[in-house]
């Protein structure tokens, strides 16, 4: 027997069309409770999250009544048990982007979304600990972002030997 799809709570935007079982496209202030509800409907693992910038392609295509930012925190849950997988969709904002930390749901969210905010400048609302975990502490910006400029950092060579 095939297992229904999950179910969003009524008032949350939803597209059945994407490659997972149910994308749901909650507003910040319905994200938490939205994965809260999943979580308690036996979606045991939450796989990942990660941040998108669409700086250049706010047409792309989103459900009726979804209105586009420039990022977006996608995160994907999974249940073993059902054999389904759930995307949620959660327009961060553009200038200031931020949404609530699933920690509190699933603590294994604590690396991903420190992730995001090291490369993305997203800020995860509620994380315990919001540092950046790649790129050093007094390292300016964020540079997953599509407007970080292209740099280099000189590699100096000790005791290299000179032309001859």
């Known amino acids: 027997m095939i297992p229904l799809p999950p179910l969003a709570p009524p008032g949350v935007l939803t597209d059945e069309a994407l490659a997972c079982d149910l994308a749901c496209f909650p507003t910040p202030e319905q994200y938490l409770e939205l994965v809260a509800a999943f979580k308690a409907d036996g979606f045991e693992m939450c796989v ?4 998108v910038d669409y ?3 706010f047409e792309r295509a989103l459900p009726a009544g979804v209105t586009p ?3 977006e925190v996608v995160a994907n849950l999974l249940s073993l048990s059902k054999k389904q997988r759930v995307r949620i ?3 961060a904002g553009s200038d200031s982007p931020r949404v609530p930390s699933l920690f509190s749901l699933y603590p294994g969210t604590e690396a991903p979304e420190r992730e995001t905010f090291d490369l993305f400048g997203i800020l995860f ?3 315990p600990d919001l540092t950046r975990i790649l790129m050093p502490e007094d390292w300016e ?3 997953l972002r599509k ?4 740099g280099h950092i000189p590699i100096q060579f000790k005791e290299a030997p000179g032309p001859r």
């Open 48 to 51: 990942d999250v990660c941040g």
């Open 147 to 150: 407007d970080y400029s292209v």
């Open 125 to 127: 609302d509620g994380h």
């Open 55 to 57: 700086l250049e392609h």
């Open 89 to 91: 969709r959660v327009q």
């Open 69 to 71: 930012t420039r990022f």
């Open 141 to 143: 910006g964020h540079p």
